[in-house]
């Protein structure tokens, strides 16, 4: 019995000595407002996020192993979540410079300005850009605001020329494409609190991933499209999950008492995401892709 007892400690401290320590998440950003939105650059190398750290929110970059950031916009009203084309040459963003919110793309060089793609009665957020790059995929809202709301829509532009001509693919919100253009991962409220659902990049075969009572945000991809990385207040307050793409095998990543959202996947097995700093406070952070 002794023996049995010996061999099975035994093989327990081996089995803890084996398991490979978590690094632990290191802060990217360092303002003492809110940084947010963050978004990689295909190529693993450029960070753009939004931050209202010169007043209000315009968007930043951060290029990694320079020192400090730019500022790559400089409006009197909000911009928030930018998104990157394929190629990394430009970026999407959402501004409320009309009076309330529209899609715009400016070149990361800051070549030719701004160009205006959107102008909706409502609000058009979370943009981002179709596979081949000339049509765009946003969420539009009769209501002014940056926040999830149920009259939210997925839409789809096949041309971004003419991004005011829209299909919808369905009621929700925060939406992004898979890395082979072929799914597409949304947040959706129609069963009372907020979820993450998937459908066809026509707007067909949409199934519930998760059914949590708590809410469920901020869904994206991995760079291989067989995980989507999430932010879930199912422990208490938000914190960052993976599950495959299925729905099955839901992980916890972080375990911060701050909460933790908007969880970005970049192409070199990190991923970046949010968290909360006080009342009024955020930084952006990352930690090792699982």
Request: charged share 25%; hydrophobic share 35%.
């Amino acid at each position: 019995m002794r023996m049995q007892v010996v061999v099975v400690l035994v093989l327990v401290a081996l089995a803890v000595v084996s398991v490979p320590a978590q690094e632990p998440a290191k802060q990217m950003t360092f303002a003492d407002k809110r940084d947010r939105d963050p978004m990689v650059s295909p190529d693993g190398k450029h960070l753009a996020f939004a931050s209202n750290r010169a007043g209000n929110f315009d968007i930043y970059l951060l290029s990694f192993g320079e020192a400090g950031v730019r500022q790559l916009t400089q409006s009197e009203k909000d911009d928030r979540f930018p998104a990157w084309s394929r190629d990394g040459k430009n970026l999407l963003f959402t501004s409320k410079r009309t009076g309330k919110g529209d899609i715009y793309e400016m070149p990361v060089d800051g070549g030719s300005g701004y160009l205006q793609l959107t102008s909706h009665p409502g609000m058009d957020s979370h943009p981002s850009y179709t596979r081949s790059g000339n049509g765009l995929l946003f969420t539009t809202s009769p209501k002014r605001t940056l926040k999830i709301r149920t009259q939210s829509t997925v839409v789809i532009a096949e041309d971004k020329m003419r991004a005011n001509n829209v299909r919808v693919l369905a009621d929700g919100d925060d939406a992004c494409f898979s890395p082979d253009g072929n799914s597409v991962v949304f947040v959706s409220n129609r069963t009372k609190n907020n979820d993450i659902w998937l459908m066809s990049a026509d707007g067909g075969l949409q199934t519930q991933l998760t059914t949590d009572e708590k809410d469920d945000e901020n869904p994206r991809f991995s760079p291989n499209g067989k995980r989507i990385v999430f932010a879930s207040k199912r422990t208490g307050n938000f914190d960052i999950w993976v599950m495959n793409v299925d729905g099955s095998d839901k992980r916890q990543l972080t375990t911060s008492e701050a909460d933790e959202t908007q969880p970005c996947w970049s192409s070199g097995d990190y991923i970046y995401f949010t968290r909360d700093v006080g009342d009024f406070g955020s930084n952006i952070f990352r930690i090792p892709a699982p």
